[in-house]
């Protein structure tokens, strides 16, 4: 199994997980995280390996620490992930590894976990997910919506 296929198989478990807690009195709360991540499940799938935001995530240590474990996101990132409901689905892959409240300090793969380091092209620039463009304030702006 590839990077890509165990990062989309992980996000559709967590859809499935948040589809089971849909409830009558949470407004759509929790259908929305299903959807948001099922999207992003659909997205991952069409990246290869060797695709920016992959790399980005293999380098974090998310698929363990020489790339072929399954992925595993650290504590924040997994929270980060759960409660996902909104944006583009490569914005919540650019985010997963600089979660808040992750240990930067740790070595890559460490207990099989996600570190968060910055989120960088190797050659000094910014990784500009496709179908995006820079904003000059280390955002970016997508060009999938209207």
Not at 48 to 67: H, T
Not at 91 to 119: F, H, M, N, V
Request: proline share 8%; aromatic share 8%; with cysteine.
């Amino acid at each position: 199994m590839g990077m890509t296929d165990s990062l989309a198989g992980y996000l559709r478990a967590r859809a499935r997980w948040r589809l089971d807690r849909v409830q009558s009195n949470d407004d759509g709360w929790n259908a929305r995280c299903a959807l948001a991540l099922l999207d992003a499940a659909a997205y991952a799938e069409t990246l290869g390996d060797d695709d920016p935001l992959i790399s980005a995530l293999n380098e974090a240590g998310c698929f363990g620490p020489y790339g072929i474990g399954e992925f595993e996101p650290g504590e924040a990132a997994a929270r980060l992930i759960d409660f996902w409901h909104e944006g583009e689905p490569w914005e919540l892959l650019a985010a997963i590894p600089g979660a808040p409240g992750e240990d930067r300090s740790s070595t890559p793969g460490e207990e099989g976990k996600c570190p968060s380091p910055d989120l960088e092209d190797p050659q000094g620039g910014t990784i500009v997910p496709p179908g995006s463009e820079a904003r000059g304030d280390g955002r970016f702006r997508s060009r999938w919506r209207g």
